[in-house]
């Protein structure tokens, strides 16, 4: 039982395509997050939910968008990839004020 | 940017403690001591998170200093499996806004 899931779990794609990475939480947990963790390991917060509410949106481009239908799934669309997109980006989730769960990652390469 | 500074790496034996260091000299009154551990390519897990008190569960004990300014991150038996990247991280509190500032952790070295 996985507690949160991100597919797919390695994305190859050309710049200026348009993709997108899914996440699900099984926790019962009422806030998500996306970060992107870059070559120097470095983990960076982009976006948070909340009840399906954004409560944090970093200064990330404008082409990244997340979108939560619902508590449980919050996915990230990014459009016109760039090079620099190239990350690990993780999805977690917890509840308001507790530790967070993370998923497994997705590793995006743009070529 | 990151509130907390720790060392790069750190070696340890099979068997013995690992007591991970963790400077976070600018943490304000309600902001939590976090620690994740990052095993190559995989998720950050949850280790433990503390205040004020030092903490202990079944993976960790956290030590705080009284004037919260360090901590320590105390794995009593450490084992191969204990090899990972370390993250000591505050918790921003911004209204309803909880955020992890990240740093760069401390790659600990388990050793057979």
């Known amino acids: 039982d996985t507690a949160v899931s991100q597919t797919p779990k390695y994305l190859v794609t050309q710049m200026g395509n348009d993709k997108s990475i899914k996440c699900e939480q099984n926790l019962g947990h009422d806030t998500m997050y996306w970060y992107k963790q870059d070559s120097k390991k470095f983990l960076k917060i982009m976006f948070s939910?909340?009840?399906?509410?954004?409560?944090i949106n970093e200064t990330v481009p404008n082409r990244f968008s997340p979108k939560s239908p619902d508590k449980a799934h919050l996915n990230l669309h990014i459009n016109s990839l760039e090079l620099g997109d190239s990350a690990v980006y993780f999805c977690?989730?917890?509840?308001?004020?507790?530790?967070?769960?993370f998923g497994q990652g997705t590793r995006l390469t743009v070529v | 940017d990151a509130k907390t500074t720790q060392p790069p790496s750190m070696d340890c034996a099979e068997g013995r403690a690992a007591n991970l260091p963790c400077n976070h000299s600018t943490i304000s009154g309600n902001e939590y001591v976090y620690w994740y551990r990052q095993i190559h390519s995989q998720g950050p897990q949850y280790i433990i998170h503390?205040?004020?008190?030092?903490e202990t569960n079944e993976m960790a004990s956290l030590i705080i200093t009284e004037d919260r300014k360090s901590s320590t991150l105390i794995l009593p038996h450490a084992t191969l499996r204990d090899t990972a990247v370390y993250y000591c991280?505050?918790?921003?509190?911004?209204?309803?806004?909880?955020?992890?500032?990240w740093g760069l952790g401390t790659s600990l070295a388990v050793n057979p």
């Open positions: 503390g205040l004020k008190n030092n």
């Open positions: 939910y909340n009840n399906k509410e954004l409560i």
């Open positions: 991280i505050v918790r921003v509190n911004a209204g309803n806004n909880r955020k992890l500032i």
């Open positions: 977690a989730s917890s509840l308001l004020s507790g530790e967070a769960f």
